[in-house]
């Protein structure tokens, strides 16, 4: 089965500054990862898929890279509705197991 | 625009059990892999159960397995999940979601509450 790490678990920033997210899987996932916002009283969001992919109405603010088994979400500038938890994901086997991270609390500094 | 309505959660004992309902719209559903993922107050996501647009492939968590059924009705454009036996640790945000590609979930519902008091 896959881990998934996340780290912070914690980032106070303040708006406009630059956010960067890690997520780390025990073994490769190629590019099937996903990253999602979790805010309280709301569904959570897809925002990147396949690694860097951004969702459908995903601000451009929001990028995802890297592969295998390191992965970064970028919030370049940080808007006041973008703190909230962001979660990793991956998909193994068939039928498919889905896994989350812990996930990063991005709180307003 | 797509929706996905959650239903029956409730308060339950220990022991117990509810179903949850999961309408959908907006999408082809007949077509569409349905999951159903938690999450218990204070605490992250769980990915609790997946079912194949067809129902022919299933899976679960290893912490509902045994106790949890998920099922659909490709004419009534809705996902179910059966939970038996329920604990106090199944006390959750209950939300569907549609996997794209088998991979991620693009979709989901505002979930359904499901408290278990022991």
């Known amino acids: 089965e896959i881990v998934l790490t996340q780290s912070p678990a914690t980032l106070s920033l303040s708006p406009g500054e630059r956010a960067t997210l890690s997520c780390r899987a025990s073994q490769s996932v190629n590019d099937y990862l996903a990253w999602y916002q979790k805010k309280p009283g709301q569904a959570p969001r897809l925002l990147i898929y396949?690694?860097?992919n951004r969702a459908t109405g995903i601000p451009t603010r929001f990028s995802g890279s890297g592969s295998g088994t390191d992965f970064s979400l970028t919030i370049s500038s940080l808007e006041p509705e973008d703190f909230a938890v962001y979660y990793c994901?991956?998909?193994?086997?068939?039928?498919?197991?889905?896994?989350f991270g812990p996930g990063t609390r991005v709180e307003m500094k | 625009q797509v929706q996905l309505v959650e239903s029956g959660g409730g308060v339950v004992q220990s022991g117990g059990s509810l179903r949850l309902s999961c309408v959908v719209s907006g999408l082809i559903f007949s077509r569409s892999g349905m999951n159903w993922v938690r999450q218990a107050p204070g605490k992250g996501l769980e990915w609790v159960t997946f079912i194949r647009d067809d129902g022919t492939d299933i899976n679960y968590s290893d912490s509902v397995k045994g106790r949890f059924t998920v099922s659909r009705d490709n004419s009534k454009n809705t996902v179910y999940l059966q939970m038996n036996s329920l604990r106090p640790e199944d006390t959750a945000m209950y939300y569907c979601a549609r996997d794209q590609n088998v991979n991620y979930f693009d979709y989901w519902g505002r979930g359904t509450l499901v408290t278990v008091s022991s």
């Open positions: 994901q991956q998909r193994d086997n068939w039928p498919p197991i889905f896994t």
């Open positions: 396949d690694a860097s």
